[in-house]
């Protein structure tokens, strides 16, 4: 009772403290996300390197590159749920402590073994999963950014997110081949590091939480808070019973085939932008530095960039038929890659599966709301995180394909994709079906929100 006077009072004579802005929120939320994500190209662009060293087979190497996707997926759920605790600020500086954990582990091994041999492998694979951790920023900056901005400025403001932090695999996959060429493995894992460990010094030192959660910090009731924050322009606010709304959405199967377009979109994506530079390297002979432009400006740079325009496709057609039509062009490129030779055409399958998977990823998240509007901030958690898990699984298949057949199975090991997209055509028909038989339009909760996840 004490304590709620104190408050009381301290509202009254307007004792609190409130910093920063939606402007302020969105930078700092995407700039969180930049800096985390990019550990999804922690391995790929060195995977010759590691792959010669270590005298690794497909198998072993698939394991290691995808290795970042494991924790990055897995987190999502956890830490998304727990910014509608405490707000975005701790979650993210805990996903960078890890990630600075394991970023360091990797340069001491680097730094103190002269040659890696396999027996080192338990430990880079090991620090490669810390290291991924800053991957499940993505879960983190989305509520953040959202709690910053009314419903109407939702679409902008998570657009430019998840436009903005999307970049950064593609760009480190770029860049890093040119880093190890001039400064080593070591020196290149030293200097993406320090731009971790300054980032998150800059995150720390600007980021601040939505009115809602500073009013938390400095004592104030839940309904007080949300009175003054809704005084201030806050207009979203979070849900208390957070783990209820994920089981919910786990019993509802729709939730799983989103889950399984999910998997092939964005885990598909994740596995791809580590895999490609490996692909193109030790398939065509290309140099390292070809091999990783083509990875990071065919396909990775190229599905984040293609994924704005999803979501206008999927706003006009909706997202089931946007989902089929993605599908399909994964589908087709797929079969490129898996079958012809040439390099023009296994380039084009190339931006075909980039395009498919970009827009798929809108897609997806364009539907979740329609068709779990029970249970919508759950469901995108168990799509965003459970989706993701692609890009752990499915490197390590492709790698176990080249162990079976040799260099030839680079190429028929994207029969899996071929696969998947049959599977991912099917579910998209099954919910084009639903559309057309749905007479009652179920609006989106903060639909806004959720396309971007």
């Known amino acids: 009772m004490a304590n709620q006077v104190d408050t009381i009072a301290a509202e009254t004579r307007g004792h609190y403290q409130l910093a920063g802005s939606p402007a302020a929120g969105l930078t700092m939320g995407t700039w969180g996300f930049f800096v985390g994500f990019a550990a999804v190209a922690l391995y790929g662009p060195a995977a010759k390197y590691f792959q010669e060293q270590m005298h690794l087979g ?40 890890l990630s600075l954990v394991g970023m360091w582990g990797l340069v001491f091994i680097l730094l103190t073994v002269k040659t890696l041999t396999v027996a080192a492998y338990p430990i880079v694979i090991m620090f490669g999963f810390l290291s991924g951790c800053g991957v499940a920023s993505f879960s983190v900056g989305i509520p953040q950014v959202s709690y910053w901005y009314p419903q109407s400025r939702q679409g902008t403001a998570l657009g430019a997110y998840g436009g903005i932090g999307n970049l950064a695999p593609g760009l480190f996959t770029l860049l890093l081949p040119y880093a190890i060429a001039s400064w080593g493995l070591a020196g290149s894992y030293f200097a993406w590091f320090t731009f971790l460990l300054i980032g998150a010094a800059i995150y720390a030192w600007f980021a601040r939480d939505a009115y809602y959660f500073q009013l938390r910090q400095q004592g104030f009731d839940s309904e007080a808070s949300r009175k003054i924050a809704s005084e201030k322009g806050e207009e979203l606010f979070p849900n208390e019973r957070v783990w209820q709304a994920v089981i919910s959405a ?47 400006l065919g396909f990775s740079l190229l599905a984040a960039i293609i994924r704005v325009f999803g979501g206008m496709i999927s706003e006009r057609i909706g997202g089931e038929r946007t989902a089929l039509l993605a599908f399909i062009a994964v589908l087709a490129g797929a ?55 692609g890009g752990f699984i499915i490197p390590p298949f492709l790698g176990a394909v080249v162990d079976a057949l040799g260099t030839q199975g680079y190429a028929g090991g994207f029969f899996a994709y071929v696969v998947l997209a049959v599977m991912a055509i099917g579910v998209s028909a099954y919910f084009c079906y639903l559309d057309r038989g749905s007479k009652k339009s179920t609006t989106a909760v903060r639909p806004a929100i959720l396309q971007t996840r």
């Open 58 to 97: 497909g198998l072993a190497l698939g394991l290691l590159v995808a290795a970042p996707q494991l924790t990055g997926s897995l987190l999502r759920i956890p830490f998304g749920a727990w910014v509608d605790r405490v707000g975005g600020r701790l979650p993210m500086l805990t996903l960078f402590a």
């Open 250 to 296: 786990a019993e509802d199967p729709r939730t799983w085939g989103l889950v399984a377009l999910y998997f092939v979109s964005f885990g598909g994506f994740l596995a791809l932008t580590a895999w490609f530079p490996i692909y193109w390297i030790n398939l065509y002979h290309m140099d390292v530095k070809s091999a990783a432009a083509l990875g990071g």
């Open 335 to 389: 079969s490129m890659l898996t079958f012809v030779e040439e390099f023009s055409l296994a380039l084009t399958g190339e931006l075909l599966i980039a395009v498919g998977m970009g827009i798929g990823n809108a897609a997806v998240f364009k539907m979740v709301p329609k068709y779990v509007p029970h249970a919508v901030g759950g469901a995108a958690g168990i799509v965003g995180g459970l989706g993701a898990l």
